[in-house]
Antibody, heavy 118, light 111 residues
Protein backbone atom coordinates (compact mmCIF):
# COMPACT_ATOMS: atom_id res chain seq x y z
CA UNK A 1 0.00 0.00 0.00
CA UNK A 2 1.27 3.44 -0.95
CA UNK A 3 1.51 5.47 2.23
CA UNK A 4 2.95 8.63 3.78
CA UNK A 5 2.80 9.03 7.56
CA UNK A 6 3.75 12.33 9.20
CA UNK A 7 4.82 12.75 12.80
CA UNK A 8 6.42 15.33 15.05
CA UNK A 9 3.69 17.94 15.31
CA UNK A 10 2.59 19.49 18.57
CA UNK A 11 2.41 22.64 20.66
CA UNK A 12 5.46 24.92 20.67
CA UNK A 13 6.08 28.43 21.96
CA UNK A 14 6.83 31.32 19.60
CA UNK A 15 10.51 31.29 18.72
CA UNK A 16 10.78 27.57 19.31
CA UNK A 17 11.68 24.71 17.00
CA UNK A 18 10.10 21.48 15.76
CA UNK A 19 11.19 18.75 13.38
CA UNK A 20 8.53 17.04 11.32
CA UNK A 21 9.09 13.60 9.82
CA UNK A 22 7.33 11.76 7.04
CA UNK A 23 7.75 7.99 6.57
CA UNK A 24 7.13 6.68 3.07
CA UNK A 25 6.22 3.15 2.03
CA UNK A 26 4.81 1.29 -0.95
CA UNK A 27 6.48 3.34 -3.69
CA UNK A 28 9.93 4.25 -4.96
CA UNK A 29 10.57 7.17 -2.59
CA UNK A 30 14.07 7.87 -3.88
CA UNK A 31 12.74 8.77 -7.34
CA UNK A 32 10.08 11.24 -6.17
CA UNK A 33 10.19 14.98 -5.73
CA UNK A 34 8.73 15.50 -2.26
CA UNK A 35 6.84 18.45 -0.81
CA UNK A 36 5.53 19.92 2.42
CA UNK A 37 2.15 21.66 2.18
CA UNK A 38 0.41 23.39 5.07
CA UNK A 39 -3.13 24.50 5.85
CA UNK A 40 -3.88 26.99 8.60
CA UNK A 41 -7.16 26.41 10.49
CA UNK A 42 -10.08 27.29 8.22
CA UNK A 43 -7.74 28.46 5.45
CA UNK A 44 -6.47 27.23 2.09
CA UNK A 45 -3.49 25.16 1.07
CA UNK A 46 0.00 26.67 0.94
CA UNK A 47 3.02 25.10 -0.77
CA UNK A 48 5.85 25.30 1.81
CA UNK A 49 8.91 23.51 0.43
CA UNK A 50 10.06 21.06 -2.26
CA UNK A 51 13.08 18.79 -2.56
CA UNK A 52 14.51 16.97 -5.57
CA UNK A 53 14.87 13.16 -5.43
CA UNK A 54 18.62 13.34 -4.75
CA UNK A 55 18.29 16.32 -2.39
CA UNK A 56 20.36 18.59 -4.62
CA UNK A 57 17.62 21.20 -5.14
CA UNK A 58 15.32 22.73 -2.54
CA UNK A 59 12.71 25.46 -2.85
CA UNK A 60 10.79 27.39 -0.20
CA UNK A 61 7.89 29.81 0.04
CA UNK A 62 9.19 33.26 0.93
CA UNK A 63 7.55 33.30 4.37
CA UNK A 64 9.68 30.37 5.64
CA UNK A 65 13.01 31.05 3.92
CA UNK A 66 15.84 31.13 6.43
CA UNK A 67 13.68 29.49 9.12
CA UNK A 68 12.61 26.13 7.67
CA UNK A 69 14.78 23.45 6.08
CA UNK A 70 13.55 20.49 4.04
CA UNK A 71 15.68 17.35 3.85
CA UNK A 72 15.39 13.65 3.08
CA UNK A 73 17.07 10.32 3.79
CA UNK A 74 16.42 8.00 0.87
CA UNK A 75 17.99 5.06 2.72
CA UNK A 76 15.30 5.44 5.39
CA UNK A 77 12.49 6.44 2.98
CA UNK A 78 11.98 9.55 5.06
CA UNK A 79 11.31 13.25 4.52
CA UNK A 80 11.91 15.94 7.12
CA UNK A 81 11.03 19.57 7.81
CA UNK A 82 13.14 21.38 10.39
CA UNK A 83 11.22 24.42 11.59
CA UNK A 84 13.02 27.11 13.59
CA UNK A 85 12.01 30.55 14.89
CA UNK A 86 8.37 29.50 14.77
CA UNK A 87 5.67 32.15 14.66
CA UNK A 88 1.95 32.10 15.42
CA UNK A 89 1.24 32.29 11.69
CA UNK A 90 3.02 28.94 11.20
CA UNK A 91 0.14 27.24 13.05
CA UNK A 92 -1.30 24.75 10.56
CA UNK A 93 -1.76 21.14 9.57
CA UNK A 94 1.40 20.11 7.73
CA UNK A 95 1.06 17.52 4.97
CA UNK A 96 3.87 15.71 3.23
CA UNK A 97 3.13 14.84 -0.38
CA UNK A 98 4.85 13.19 -3.33
CA UNK A 99 5.06 14.29 -6.95
CA UNK A 100 4.35 11.02 -8.70
CA UNK A 101 2.56 12.38 -11.75
CA UNK A 102 4.01 15.26 -13.77
CA UNK A 103 4.03 18.42 -11.64
CA UNK A 104 1.22 17.10 -9.42
CA UNK A 105 0.93 15.74 -5.87
CA UNK A 106 -0.62 12.30 -6.17
CA UNK A 107 0.43 10.87 -2.80
CA UNK A 108 -0.56 12.60 0.46
CA UNK A 109 -0.10 11.89 4.13
CA UNK A 110 -2.84 12.43 6.72
CA UNK A 111 -1.17 15.55 8.12
CA UNK A 112 0.27 16.57 11.47
CA UNK A 113 -0.88 19.60 13.46
CA UNK A 114 1.60 22.27 14.53
CA UNK A 115 0.38 24.88 17.02
CA UNK A 116 2.58 27.87 17.85
CA UNK A 117 1.29 29.56 20.96
CA UNK A 118 2.41 30.75 24.38
CA UNK B 1 4.15 34.81 -5.27
CA UNK B 2 0.42 35.45 -4.85
CA UNK B 3 -2.14 32.67 -4.72
CA UNK B 4 -4.09 31.88 -7.87
CA UNK B 5 -7.60 33.36 -7.81
CA UNK B 6 -10.65 31.08 -7.49
CA UNK B 7 -14.29 31.92 -6.70
CA UNK B 8 -15.05 31.31 -3.02
CA UNK B 9 -18.03 29.10 -3.77
CA UNK B 10 -20.10 27.49 -6.51
CA UNK B 11 -23.23 25.39 -6.23
CA UNK B 12 -25.46 23.19 -8.31
CA UNK B 13 -28.20 20.64 -8.11
CA UNK B 14 -27.55 16.93 -8.57
CA UNK B 15 -27.03 16.13 -12.23
CA UNK B 16 -26.07 19.67 -13.17
CA UNK B 17 -22.62 20.89 -14.22
CA UNK B 18 -20.46 23.39 -12.38
CA UNK B 19 -17.23 25.06 -13.47
CA UNK B 20 -14.52 26.45 -11.21
CA UNK B 21 -12.11 29.03 -12.61
CA UNK B 22 -8.49 29.49 -11.57
CA UNK B 23 -6.86 32.72 -12.69
CA UNK B 24 -3.12 33.26 -12.58
CA UNK B 25 -0.56 35.23 -14.52
CA UNK B 26 1.89 34.84 -17.37
CA UNK B 27 4.41 33.60 -14.78
CA UNK B 28 2.38 30.53 -13.88
CA UNK B 29 -0.89 29.35 -15.49
CA UNK B 30 -0.29 31.29 -18.69
CA UNK B 31 3.19 29.91 -19.31
CA UNK B 32 2.94 26.26 -18.32
CA UNK B 33 0.55 23.37 -18.94
CA UNK B 34 1.32 22.26 -15.39
CA UNK B 35 -1.99 22.97 -13.71
CA UNK B 36 -3.45 20.43 -11.30
CA UNK B 37 -6.69 20.25 -9.29
CA UNK B 38 -7.31 18.81 -5.83
CA UNK B 39 -10.47 17.79 -3.99
CA UNK B 40 -10.58 18.12 -0.20
CA UNK B 41 -13.67 16.94 1.70
CA UNK B 42 -13.90 18.35 5.26
CA UNK B 43 -11.34 16.94 7.67
CA UNK B 44 -9.42 14.95 5.07
CA UNK B 45 -6.22 15.28 3.07
CA UNK B 46 -6.44 16.62 -0.49
CA UNK B 47 -6.81 14.21 -3.41
CA UNK B 48 -5.45 14.78 -6.91
CA UNK B 49 -8.24 15.02 -9.50
CA UNK B 50 -6.55 16.53 -12.60
CA UNK B 51 -2.91 16.99 -13.64
CA UNK B 52 -1.26 18.75 -16.58
CA UNK B 53 -4.43 20.80 -17.20
CA UNK B 54 -6.71 18.00 -18.39
CA UNK B 55 -5.37 14.55 -17.46
CA UNK B 56 -7.21 12.38 -14.95
CA UNK B 57 -5.32 10.01 -12.65
CA UNK B 58 -6.48 6.43 -12.55
CA UNK B 59 -9.72 6.08 -10.58
CA UNK B 60 -10.99 9.63 -11.01
CA UNK B 61 -14.44 9.66 -12.67
CA UNK B 62 -14.65 11.13 -16.15
CA UNK B 63 -17.25 13.58 -14.81
CA UNK B 64 -14.23 15.66 -13.85
CA UNK B 65 -12.53 17.53 -16.68
CA UNK B 66 -10.00 20.33 -16.96
CA UNK B 67 -9.10 22.98 -19.51
CA UNK B 68 -7.06 26.15 -19.89
CA UNK B 69 -7.25 29.38 -21.86
CA UNK B 70 -4.59 32.03 -21.46
CA UNK B 71 -4.00 32.76 -17.78
CA UNK B 72 -7.15 30.94 -16.62
CA UNK B 73 -7.63 27.24 -15.99
CA UNK B 74 -10.99 25.61 -15.30
CA UNK B 75 -12.34 22.48 -13.64
CA UNK B 76 -15.77 21.24 -14.73
CA UNK B 77 -17.78 18.71 -12.78
CA UNK B 78 -20.54 17.21 -14.94
CA UNK B 79 -23.45 15.23 -13.55
CA UNK B 80 -22.91 16.65 -10.07
CA UNK B 81 -23.29 14.15 -7.23
CA UNK B 82 -23.67 14.61 -3.48
CA UNK B 83 -20.24 13.06 -2.92
CA UNK B 84 -18.66 15.88 -4.96
CA UNK B 85 -19.34 18.36 -2.17
CA UNK B 86 -15.89 19.49 -1.02
CA UNK B 87 -13.29 22.23 -1.31
CA UNK B 88 -11.37 22.32 -4.58
CA UNK B 89 -7.94 23.83 -5.13
CA UNK B 90 -6.01 24.48 -8.31
CA UNK B 91 -2.23 24.58 -8.42
CA UNK B 92 0.31 25.64 -11.00
CA UNK B 93 4.02 25.45 -11.60
CA UNK B 94 5.49 28.96 -11.50
CA UNK B 95 8.70 30.66 -12.55
CA UNK B 96 8.97 32.15 -9.04
CA UNK B 97 11.41 30.74 -6.49
CA UNK B 98 8.62 28.79 -4.82
CA UNK B 99 8.16 26.68 -7.97
CA UNK B 100 4.49 25.93 -7.18
CA UNK B 101 1.48 27.93 -6.05
CA UNK B 102 -2.04 26.94 -4.97
CA UNK B 103 -5.31 28.68 -5.68
CA UNK B 104 -7.45 30.31 -3.01
CA UNK B 105 -9.90 27.41 -2.97
CA UNK B 106 -13.55 26.96 -3.95
CA UNK B 107 -16.29 25.34 -1.90
CA UNK B 108 -18.62 23.25 -4.03
CA UNK B 109 -22.09 22.79 -2.59
CA UNK B 110 -24.59 20.28 -3.95
CA UNK B 111 -28.05 21.71 -3.41
Amino acid sequence: EVQLVESGGGLVQPGGSLRLSCAASGFSFSTYWMTWVRQAPGKGLEWVANIKPDGSERYYVDSVKGRFSISRDNAKNSLYLQMNSLRAEDTAVYYCAGVGLPYALDIWGQGTMVTVSS
Amino acid sequence: QSALTQPPSVSGSPGQSVTISCTGTSSDVGSYNRVSWYQQPPGTAPKLMIYEVSNRPSGVPDRFSGSKSGNTASLTISGLQAEDEADYYCSSYTSSSTRYVFGTGTKVTVL
